[in-house]
């Protein structure tokens, strides 16, 4: 397909573009008869916009549109290099088909839609690359090198397409190759703010890689048209409720297999809610997936999910008076990935976690590259789950100071005795909870805490860096006042972590591997 394309082409004779020497982590020989870019995953930056290529919305599928979005890390932004000899290279999408950067039908003309399809040994597959400085051009073979990969109109917004235009060598037409294996960072957002102490800190956190594809049923929501109320009322299994930019509502309660995607900065605004019932959106049916939104001043949780089997991808949950995401009472299988909860706080301190897996949640809750920072209690919170967790890549950073409410501040607390079941006494719920590549920064307890857990919990290449009281508190044994006596807990395990600038307790935890600052 050749998609509609706006704005204003601009070409070599019209604009001109000064920049700076940009750090780049490519690989490459001095020979120009040798390969200019190494075989390899990259991520693909535009010099102009500093944004990286990807698969829109991580469609894997034939035609799938090309654009630019800030750094997120995900395989839709992965491309695997092939050299075929005289500096042409193919690239190979990160997602699961494998499927190729390709010119539209082999087009010849300006506007050219660049897009993915399955592998077919042609031209329309096929780019030589032009050196420049610090990037690379990318002409296309199938326009006799007379064209290459453009981000049409110049464009520095999350969206821009990616089309071919005729070459001109300048800003918009140039790309760094990021090496995804080389150890270095994976392209993120950053921020700067300030601390409760005033000292700037820089964090990284991910962002919605595009616009969502909208299938089926859909029902649009937005300022002065449709309200969020109305299209739940309206909606059924299947049917996707579309937030269009900043609106705003009451409580919302999701029906099962509902979805809800935002587009144009979705936000919904629930400051109009009050009291302890005063959450934004509930989920206690299973299968609504929720993408691409931020959810802002809910007077208690800003989601709360007891259904199971639901999945939030880029979702923001902030400014709330609970936890920014809960799951509890028997809430399984739910899956997060990308999701950011950040100033979360209560008036006591004590219930405002980021992610609050607790409180009778069941099995199978998963996090995948989600952050929680400066949320007035805990990052996550695991008291009296029921189930274990997975979390893999998370962070969480200076949690338990918020607006000057004070609460726990541990980055990831573990576990908890359940008092809270009726007709049962107080027991400890062994769950083995596995974290994998997490990190805990700066948060004013310990980074990793035990809270009496006593199943075997797992915590594998992760690190804990200037938490205020413990970086890892995995002691043997304790006294949870719950029980009123003392517990020689689950020994933990601890592979191939880092504690740098802070002590740690792991009395009750055995390292293996490469661990470092222990």
């Not at 939104?293 to 709360?304: C, E, I, P, R, S």
């Not at 199971?308 to 949950?317: K, Q």
Request: glycine share 12%; aromatic share 8%; with cysteine.
């Amino acid at each position: 397909m050749i998609k509609s394309l706006k704005g204003i082409a601009a070409t070599a004779a019209s604009i001109c573009i000064a920049f700076s020497a940009i750090p780049v982590n490519f690989a490459f020989t001095a020979s120009a008869a040798s390969n200019y870019i190494s075989n390899g995953w990259y991520y693909v930056k535009n010099v102009n916009s500093q944004k990286y290529m990807e698969v829109a919305n991580a469609k894997d599928a034939n035609s799938a549109n090309v654009q630019q979005f800030a750094g997120n890390g995900n395989n839709c932004q992965k491309w695997y290099v092939t050299n075929l000899g005289n500096n042409v290279i193919t690239l190979k999408s990160g997602l699961s088909s494998g499927r190729m950067l390709d010119v539209n039908k082999g087009s010849n003309t300006d506007g050219a839609n660049i897009q993915i399809y399955k592998a077919n040994n042609k031209k329309t597959q096929q780019f030589k690359v032009v050196k420049k400085a610090n990037s690379y051009c990318l002409l296309t073979e199938s326009s006799n090198e007379t064209k290459a990969v453009d981000v049409y109109g110049w464009s520095k917004n999350n969206g821009g397409n990616i089309d071919q235009w005729s070459y001109n060598g300048l800003a918009c037409q140039q790309f760094i190759f990021e090496n995804v294996n080389s150890g270095s960072t994976a392209p993120t957002v950053t921020t700067t703010t300030k601390s409760s102490s005033g000292t700037k800190v820089t964090t990284t956190t991910t962002k919605s890689p595009s616009t969502p594809v909208i299938s089926g049923n859909s029902i649009e929501v937005k300022e002065g048209g449709t309200t969020l109320s109305a299209a739940i009322s309206k909606a059924k299994s299947g049917t996707t409720i579309v937030i269009n930019g900043t609106v705003k509502s009451g409580s919302v309660n999701v029906p099962a297999g509902v979805n809800i995607s935002g587009i144009n900065n979705a936000v919904i605004d629930f400051s109009s809610t009050s009291g302890s019932n005063g959450r934004g959106l509930s989920f206690a049916g299973n299968g609504s997936n929720v993408s691409n939104v931020t959810v802002k001043n809910a007077a208690d949780n800003g989601l709360y999910i007891t259904g199971s089997n639901n999945t939030f991808r880029y979702v923001t949950s902030t400014a709330n008076k609970d936890a920014g995401f809960q799951v509890c009472n028997g809430g399984s299988g739910n899956k997060f990935y990308n999701c950011y909860s950040h100033h979360n706080a209560d008036l006591k301190g004590e219930n405002a976690d980021g992610f609050a897996n607790k409180l009778h949640a069941g099995t199978g809750n998963y996090y995948e590259s989600c952050v929680a920072e400066y949320n007035s209690d805990d990052g996550w919170d695991c008291y009296a789950a029921h189930g274990a967790v997975t979390l893999v890549n998370c962070k969480a950073n200076y949690n338990g100071l918020c607006n000057g409410i004070r609460g726990d501040g541990n980055g990831f607390k573990m576990g908890g005795v359940d008092n809270k079941t009726t007709g049962e006494k107080a027991h400890l719920d062994p769950l083995a909870h596995v974290l994998k590549g997490c990190s805990a920064t700066g948060n004013y307890a310990a980074g990793f805490d035990r809270n009496n857990q006593n199943g075997v919990v797992t915590m594998e290449n992760c690190t804990g860096d200037s938490n205020k009281v413990k970086n890892f508190n995995w002691p043997a044994t304790g006294k949870p006042s719950a029980l009123g006596y003392s517990v020689t807990f689950g020994k933990a395990k601890i592979i191939s972590c880092t504690s740098k600038n802070g002590s740690n307790n792991i009395t009750g935890a055995t390292l293996s591997g490469n661990n470092v600052g222990f």
